[in-house]
């Protein structure tokens, strides 16, 4: 081409001497002269930019001489077409405002995961062939293949309200019951639940007949879970209402609780418990986070965590000196919804936690707000080596329950539809705080089925309370007010019914029994007795106004720089 040179930017006459002339530039100002007053206007060219159909779904898009809104918006209908052909299957969805897909791993395992840059490209290949549109010498329209535009993709990662894709809420491994009570039994995704049936299980017969449900309850209370150590007939129930939980968790508009699994020692079963209660619905998978130090990424897990789209999610092990106490884990148990803000474009977006939560620990300590919202499941062998104690009556519990999977599932969906078959009667108990709606319906399954002892240890919940009512604060409240009555009192004098001073090596250094009665000790070790005057400073600030027994401690003004404090009695 030899008019093609550096600088020269090619125009209408270096085409048309281009294709008449072959690059002849004086040739063609020679004709140009001869053909000058003789030339018509050349027509506009008007090109057909709807995009087409190709076979039944992919459809074709130009790109080139197009305002970038119209191309996006043949893009959004490219997508709504793919999705309506296969409705039942979706390539794109809707979560936290942003657009997902289920995928797979190598396992066969499917996940939810956002569909951002490369993954977005990669599904968007299958439902638009994207093409410029040119028009040659004879007038005649030609196209060209051409990859993706780069900024489409980034227009289509920033969050919006998407009323083009469905909304996912989470994947579900078994059938799973719709708000109306209809079960949701057929592989891939269902409006009605908002969740993508990802495994196929030989559900049996669940007619809720009087020997089918009391055969559901045997194999679910007796055979997978009669030989753990619980404590009291609440503790199983709670086990029972968590393991069926995630069938139900669509008809529950609300929050649902969290799921406290504790004994005094290790090796009582407290792991073991929680991965069984997750086979039945999802074949044992969770989401497994551990307590960290610092808040930041105790919340960055709990937000991955909600994201994965799994049923149900495990806080294990916990440190038997650690207290959980969050608020991310807080709001995630009681928001309709929650704010974090995407990893690549850092845009905002909306989590509606949907998992079923479980904690597992020895004598583990909470926070008065995650007291109130967890239920507990307490397991005690009495025994200084309960991993030593005989074993269940099938030596390999997991295995037997992974083998019998379909049938504990056939039996949870069988109490529910018990429950169904009765008119959903509601629970009769007094419901628990934010709760209202879960206890309505695990309480009214349970009930149904003469399960008994539903919410009936929500005192000994309190006493895992690390803020009040343990029996540590209470002894500090009573020597509290045998002291100092409801005087006002200086943090520093509280302080050594508290704790106890360092050692200074002065002679006799030994703290005055009378004086110093660590009372709290137990939860201010560790620390030397500067540390520990801080931390009780902030223990009691945490306790401003709160109840324990029949005191409510009340802060005072500051005096001498020292803030006070005094015991009202209540009640």
Known sequence: DPLHTPGHTRDAFDVWTQITHNGDTKAAWAAAKQEQGKWEAAPVLVFDHKPQSIGSTIRRIVVNKRQDRDILDDTIEAIRTVNAAQNSNPILYARAGILSQ????????????????AVLSSILVHAVDWVKQYRDKTGEIYLDDTSIPERIVKMLEVPTGWAHVPPLEGIALAPVFAPDGALHDKLGYSPATRLYLAGSLGIGDTTPTEDNVARAKQLLTGELMGEFPFVDEASRAHALALLILPFVRPMIAGAT????IDAPTAGTGKS???????????GGQKSTISLTKSEDEFSKAIVTSLLSGRAFICIDNLPQSAILDSSKLASALTEKEIADRTMRTHSAMLIRPRAAWITTGNNT????????????IRLDRNSETPWNTEGFKHADIQAWATEHRAELATAAITLVRNWIAKGKTK???????????????????LQSA????FLENEAEMLETSAVGGNELWRAFIDAWYT??????VKVGELFKLASHPDRRGDGDDTPDPTEWLGLLDEELQGLPEAGRRRRFGRMMEERRDVVIGSYKLTRGKVRDGSSTWSLRKVG
């Open 483 to 488: 002291n100092h009555r409801e005087m006002i």
């Open 427 to 445: 629970w009769t108990g007094k419901p628990k705080g934010s709760f209202s709606d879960w206890a309505q319906v695990m309480g009214g399954i």
């Open 102 to 117: 289920v995928a797979t791993d190598e396992n066969g395992n499917h996940f939810i995961r956002n569909a951002e840059g």
């Open 272 to 282: 073991l418990l929680a991965s069984l209660c997750t086979i039945p619905f999802a």
């Open 450 to 453: 003469d399960v008994g002892g």
């Open 365 to 376: 300590k909470l926070s008065v707000e995650l007291t109130r919202r967890t239920v507990h």
């Open 257 to 260: 609780p969290n799921h406290l």
